[in-house]
């Protein structure tokens, strides 16, 4: 086999992976210098010209020139580092002792064997090299979106290829779980992280990490694209909620607006791509209390008390906003926590007049039930709802008699009296 196939093969593969030149001409001399070492011992003495543009090759062999009595006498004498004299003169008639004689190395002089040895070492070579080049590129890439398509859909991961048919790896764990996939469609994902695995690269994707979804905002709100706006942190429950903060460095730009567009056209999109996950974009502020508050949305909070000591916020509403700021499942709660970075705790609050107000089934031992039923009639539940009127109101609105509408009003006063 000529040099200059097993050099042409690796040039144009080289092309193919536009590896670099400096690069290609080590991995070729790192072949034939192994090829050196099995045939000669050592490559210490010997110099490797590669011409890749032409794919000539010249392996050079450099050994002193000593006495005939020297080389054949002498323990030191080393038929690769030396050679008697009497046999460089054949080679040329002027030499004399203490010169180096340089010798050309024919690729047939190492035999057959060693020449197919070689060959396989460079393909090796080169499959390591490409796989070494597959890494590095996919890992300089970790964060970033990549479009893929669908190759095989297997129970516990998708596999899918780039433009370059590299194989790619979409697990259970880092897929939506509304997701579904076809072979052959394409899918939308961020490169989560590269490794090794038995000497060979695995890239692993994810549709469930929050850097998805914030790559998905740059891409669909130029605001952010073009540094107006930042995202400052986003949380998960993939394909069920999302809470994303925003801030604009441009007191002009609404950085909820921008990112939600107009009538939602912005969000909407990035809402199917995941699979209509509900996501809340909330305003950041340095200012906790408040940042707690629209985390918490939709729910309107009465107060709020912070621990810094123990990283924990007690969150006060109403009874009728506890369930909107727990959320389905606890799910708002929850991401609004990690958002602020802080363990919310929801209690509920009775405004004054529910506090101090007493049912009407309470009094159910001093008041006949006929008495109950008839206020009930018109509305009246509680014992504050019915003091707040008159006597003449409920002589009117009601059937009751005065005698017992004045005993009904001493009743439910002497609930009240300290």
Known sequence: ???????????????????????????????FRTMIKKKYGTDENFDIIINTDKGDLEIWRFREIVDDEFAEDSFDFDENKHIALAEARRIEKDFEIGEELSQEVKLEDFGRRLVLTARQTLMQKIKDLEKDLLFQRYKDLVGDIITAEVYQVMSKEVLLIDSEGNELILPKSEQISKDRFKKGENVRSIIHRVEMHNSNPRIILSRTSPVFLERLFEAEVPEIFDGLIAIKKVVREPGERAKVAVESFDDRVDPVGACVGMKGARIHGIVRELENENIDVINFTENTELYISRALSPAKILNIKINKDTRRAAVYLKPDQVSLAIGKGGQNIKLAGKLVGLEIDVYRELDEVSEEDVDLEEFADELDSWVIDELKRIGLDTAKSVLALSREDLLRRTELEEETINDLFSILKSEFEE
């Open 1 to 31: 086999m000529e040099s200059s196939v097993l050099i042409e093969s690796f040039q144009e593969f080289a092309k193919f992976k536009n590896i670099d030149r400096p690069t290609m001409m080590k991995v070729l001399e790192d072949v």
